[in-house]
């Protein structure tokens, strides 16, 4: 079975930029979470998606929205970029929703904001 | 709110050396405690998890046991190797509530075993 797919792997925006990335679960899965990951702040969860619906939210300003379709792909957009916002995104899927679930993860895509 | 702290790295270890990297959490309830373990280049893996005190994860050679009374998970592995190589992180899940499906990670440990 195909693990969870991220595009684009690599990105370079500039400030005042609006970026959108993409995740594709794996096959069955119907959650979705988003983390960012950077040196300073670490691992920190973004929101979750259960059959299209925002399940959870992290403490992100609202320049940080996400999305998921009925074939439970979910993407992710940030406007108005900011040079802060240069991280690893990461994308994990599970099967469903709640503690018992295992969430498999995704290789990221690296945004840079110059 | 919910905490993970772990060890500060890098670590660097010989090759079949014991490994223990320490991780201590804060949490209201009983929380399932995870460690994942990130390879140069590519996303998480999950290398083990226990959901309820004195559970025991294992994987691939890692143990770590879910204690309640020091809120401790330590990740062990009694004979390292070069490609045990990678950052390991810890982390919690609540087991209810409305964040019951955020993972709230440490900030990693880096690991680098020698030949």
């Known amino acids: 079975k195909a693990g969870v797919t991220q595009t684009p792997r690599y990105l370079i925006k500039t400030r005042g930029q609006q970026v959108t990335l993409s995740c594709s679960p794996i096959?069955?899965?119907?959650?979705v979470s988003w983390y960012q990951q950077t040196p300073g702040q670490g691992l920190q969860f973004l929101f979750e998606?259960?059959?299209?619906?925002?399940?959870n939210k992290g403490n992100f300003p609202g320049r940080f929205s996400g999305r998921q379709f009925s074939n439970s792909r979910s993407e992710m957009n940030v406007s108005t970029l900011e040079l802060g916002d240069s991280a690893l995104y990461l994308c994990?899927?599970?099967?469903?929703?709640?503690?018992?679930?295992?969430?498999?993860f995704g290789p990221g895509t690296r945004l840079l904001v110059l | 709110g919910n905490s993970v702290t772990q060890m500060e790295g890098p670590v660097t270890l010989s090759e079949e050396a014991f490994l223990t990297i320490n991780c201590t959490y804060t949490?209201?309830?009983?929380?399932?405690l995870f460690w994942y373990v990130q390879y140069p280049g590519e996303g998480l893996q999950l290398l083990l998890k226990?959901?309820?005190?004195?559970d025991k994860g294992s994987n691939k050679g890692f143990e770590a046991t879910y204690r309640k009374e020091t809120t401790s998970f330590h990740l062990e592995k009694g004979s390292v190797q070069v490609s045990d190589s990678a950052v390991y992180f810890c982390?919690?899940?609540?087991?209810?509530?409305?964040?019951?499906?955020?993972?709230?990670f440490g900030k990693g440990t880096k690991l680098s075993v020698i030949p």
């Open positions: 994990a899927s599970s099967l469903g929703t709640g503690w018992r679930e295992t969430q498999y």
């Open positions: 096959s069955g899965h119907r959650s």
């Open positions: 998606y259960f059959s299209e619906t925002q399940r």
């Open positions: 949490a209201t309830g009983y929380p399932s």
């Open positions: 226990a959901t309820k005190a004195d």
């Open positions: 982390a919690l899940s609540p087991n209810s509530g409305a964040g019951s499906y955020q993972l709230t």
